[in-house]
């Protein structure tokens, strides 16, 4: 329907015509056509069942006799009918007799007779007739018919009414084009005028009239309605012509106004980018402490954000007049070179025409070229036209200026200008909040390092003193350990090789406490330069010690069960040091026993040295530079916080078990060898300390050489010792060199002895006294000594006697100290 209201008025109408025609056609047609079917299909069941009616009485004697053949020829007669399909006589239920009488299709004839009458089934006409003979049912004849006469006739019925229908469409098409032209073309013409008006916008056009009917009455409507709409017009038009003088003077006014808003709000916006890059910028910088990377972050959003070709920062220098370069930003590299700077160049003040700047002012230059200064000369040989230097003021103060340039002229408007302005007072607070911080932070690190310096010095006095305080009964319990072993190594040539060897790690452990002791007060100061040094063989000190700890890390542990293993892996070829052997073999115990502390449940202690050249560890080297003695084990290891501490003194992991001194004694080992530690730990995988040696050799003077000098003459010596077993000890050794020796147990005893002595003539060589005694002190029995016999040298015998000849409190009548302290006696 809706494809047929698009066509024109001309085709509905023929088309109208045409369909009613063709249907009024087509009904007549079909109902001619349907009664004829209709009685044919009667026709054909009366001729049907009269054939049977004669067939049925022909055959009747044969089927009463059984007489097949004459039923067959009867059935054969109907050769003739050519829409005989098929016929049987059923002769008590069963087929008797069949036409034709050859190869038959299966399913031809039915197994059975069926109801009596004729009737239509699968495109065919069946009959059944039922053959009386006297009234009595005698057989039943089966007739079948097929409907090709009747297709023939429905299909000549068809044709006919076809060729009709085409040739009433033919007649009636002409008269519909003929007949609807009384309609169509008022109509048409109508159209046309209403086209004219509708396109033209020309309302003067009037439609023709034709009839006086219902189309002439529209058209004098239409009509009328045209002069109406042109008076109208007319009107509306003259209105309009007001209407659009007056919005064109409107319109004039908005735009005027729009342009205003436009300009105002491209400014807002504009302002509002730069108050935003100004608080990105200040964000940004006020993270930062430093007065480089400021700058730096200050020049780089400039660059991406306020669309700079050029920015740097210079700092003034008052004294010399100048400008020094602090950062620069060029947004084409290759412009660089033309300009010929870089960070830390040197501008002279007066050659860049910034004195402006010095003041306090901003100084905007629109066109470089017009310049006649060398700076901006190099600016405009670059192509950057315009350029703008603000200073960098604090408390009125300038300490730089900052420098934008573009490539544009006069590229920088009065906003941009007040912009770098207002961004320079924040980079220049920031700038002097930064140096403020340096300088702040400096001092700090400089008092926290004064106050961490004096405090450790205070805690290393104070640890001196206090060994200073026990080194004279350390001392004097040592002496007999150490000289009485060295006697007995001496004088007992029976001992067994273990017996020697236990004697010497007594002797050995012995001057060791003995050094720790004296080491204990040097944590302060460093090593007297006259101090005399050993040769060291780190292999054989790294097997000493893991002789010395093998109770410790093997015997304490297996009670415990725990199991500790101790390896070592010694390079052959490590240079002999120079050093105390002392001090080395005590760091390396130290580190031992740490190591064993840190393996409550047992694990692996590995002692291993190695040669290093060029700071690589190798295992050869005609020129060595280091030697490096590594005690690792694979114990519980420390934390960062615990590594940087442990070499502090008195800071212990172990409780009451730990003093905090064995790790800072072992530093303190190290920086008087000129030596380096380095630490590596983590927890629960072990910890390893590095102690790094510098290979040089011994001076001369300064190691310790073999006494080739001829024994000494006997002489008469007088030793006076409240302290029994050092007056034995004495005794002994001395008599062990061919000396008399008269010993005395107190001051007074000694005096006794010593005037004695004169009387009888044989005086006393020298005397040996000790410092603290009863009653009478060594001091005065010195200053008793001297008095009475000036040329007899007095040595003093004490505990004490390292501290006092270091700090010089030595007594004026004594010629010599002696220190109860390694081999028994050192002087």
Not at 173 to 188: G, M
Not at 365 to 384: N, V
Request: hydrophobic residues 40%.
């Amino acid at each position: 329907m809706a494809r047929l209201q698009d066509i024109s008025i001309k085709r509905k109408l023929t088309l109208i015509i045409m369909a009613a025609s063709t249907v009024a056609l087509l009904l007549v047609s079909g109902g001619f056509v349907t009664y004829e079917l209709i009685t044919r299909r009667q026709t054909m069941m009366r001729d049907l069942s009269t054939l049977a009616e004669i067939i049925g009485n022909e055959s009747a004697s044969a089927l009463a006799y059984g007489d097949k053949d004459r039923a067959e020829e009867i059935l054969g007669a109907l050769s003739a009918k050519k829409h005989i399909v098929a016929a049987g006589l059923y002769r008590d239920g069963h087929l008797f007799a069949r036409y034709p009488t050859g190869g038959t299709a299966p399913g031809l004839f039915p197994a059975w007779p069926g109801e009596n009458g004729a009737r239509f089934e699968h495109d065919q006409l069946v009959l059944f007739h039922e053959i009386l003979v006297k009234g009595d049912p005698t057989g039943t004849l089966y007739l079948q018919s097929d409907l090709r006469e009747f297709h023939e006739r429905f299909e000549r019925y068809a044709a006919i009414v076809l060729l009709i229908i085409l040739a009433s469409s033919a007649v009636t098409y002409f008269l519909s084009s003929l007949l609807q032209r009384i309609i169509s073309r008022p109509i048409f013409h109508l159209a046309d005028a209403t086209r004219a008006v509708s396109v033209g916008k020309n309302y003067s056009v009037r439609a023709t009239k034709h009839g006086a009917d219902e189309l002439g009455q529209l058209i004098d409507g239409f009509n009328e309605m045209l002069a109406q709409i042109q008076q109208s017009d007319a009107a509306l038009q003259q209105a309009h012509d007001k209407l659009e003088l007056r919005v064109a003077e409107r319109t004039k006014d908005l735009q005027s106004e729009i342009a205003e808003r436009c300009r105002a709000e491209a400014a807002l916006q504009q302002q509002f980018r730069r108050i935003s890059l100004l608080n990105q910028i200040t964000q940004v910088i006020s993270e930062r402490q430093d007065l480089e990377s400021i700058v730096r972050v200050v020049l780089r959003q400039l660059e991406d954000h306020f669309n700079l070709d050029f920015g740097s920062v210079a700092l003034f220098d008052a004294q010399a007049e100048t400008l020094n370069v602090a950062a620069l930003r060029v947004k084409n590299p290759l412009l660089v070179p033309t300009l010929d700077l870089h960070e830390g160049s040197v501008l002279t003040l007066a050659h860049t025409g910034l004195g402006l700047c010095k003041e306090g002012q901003t100084f905007y230059l629109p066109d470089t070229l017009k310049s006649p200064e060398s700076f901006f000369e190099k600016l405009a040989c670059a192509g950057l036209r315009s350029a703008i230097a603000v200073p960098l003021l604090v408390e009125n103060k300038p300490f730089g200026v900052m420098l934008a340039a573009r490539r544009k002229h006069d590229g920088f408007s009065s906003g941009e200008c007040e912009f770098l302005r207002m961004l320079s007072e924040h980079v220049a607070l920031a700038a002097h909040q930064a140096r403020l911080h340096g300088e702040l932070e400096q001092a700090y690190n400089e008092l926290r390092q004064t106050q961490q310096t004096a405090m450790q010095q205070e805690r290393l006095k104070a640890l001196g003193q206090m060994a200073s305080g026990i080194a004279h009964d350390v001392n004097n319990a040592l002496s007999p350990v150490v000289a009485f072993a060295d006697l007995v190594l001496r004088a007992e040539h029976g001992l067994s090789a273990t017996g020697k060897k236990y004697l010497q790690h007594i002797r050995t452990a012995g001057e060791d406490i003995a050094h720790i002791v004296a080491r204990l007060r040097e944590f302060y100061r460093s090593r007297d330069t006259t101090e005399p040094l050993q040769e060291l063989n780190l292999n054989a000190l790294a097997g000493q010690v893991v002789e010395m700890t093998r109770p410790r890390w093997r015997d304490i542990p297996q009670s415990n069960g725990a199991t500790l293993e101790v390896q070592t892996d010694l390079a052959p070829d490590v240079p002999k040091l120079v050093g105390i052997e002392s001090e080395v073999r005590e760091a390396l115990t130290n580190l031992v026993l740490n190591a064993v502390d840190a393996l409550p449940n047992g694990g692996k202690i590995t002692l291993r040295t190695r040669v290093t050249r060029c700071g690589a560890i190798q295992n050869g080297g005609t020129h060595p530079t280091h030697v490096v003695v590594e005690v690792s084990d694979t114990g519980i290891g420390m934390s960062e916080e615990t590594r940087k501490r442990c070499l502090e003194p008195f800071f212990s992991t172990k409780g009451k078990r730990g003093t905090g001194l064995g790790l800072a004694m072992v530093y303190g080992v190290m920086e008087r060898h000129e030596g380096r530690i380095e630490i590596e730990s983590e927890l629960g995988k072990g910890t390893t300390f590095r102690l790094i040696f510098s290979v040089r050799e011994a001076a001369n003077s300064g190691t310790v050489a073999e006494d080739d000098s001829a024994a000494p003459e006997p002489l008469q010596v007088l030793c006076i010792d409240d302290e029994p077993l050092l007056r034995e000890l004495l005794k002994e050794l001395l008599e062990c060199d061919g000396h008399a020796v008269e010993v005395s147990d107190s001051g007074q005893s000694g005096l006794d002895a010593f005037r004695l002595a004169r009387q009888r003539g044989q005086p006393f060589d020298v005397v040996i006294t000790d410092l603290g005694m009863p009653y009478l002190d060594g001091r005065q029995v010195a200053r008793a000594l001297k008095q009475e016999s000036p040329e007899t040298p007095v040595v003093m015998l004490t505990g004490w006697g390292a501290l006092m000849k270091e700090d010089g409190a030595a007594p004026a009548q004594v010629d010599a100290v002696l220190s109860t302290a390694r081999n028994g006696l050192q002087g």
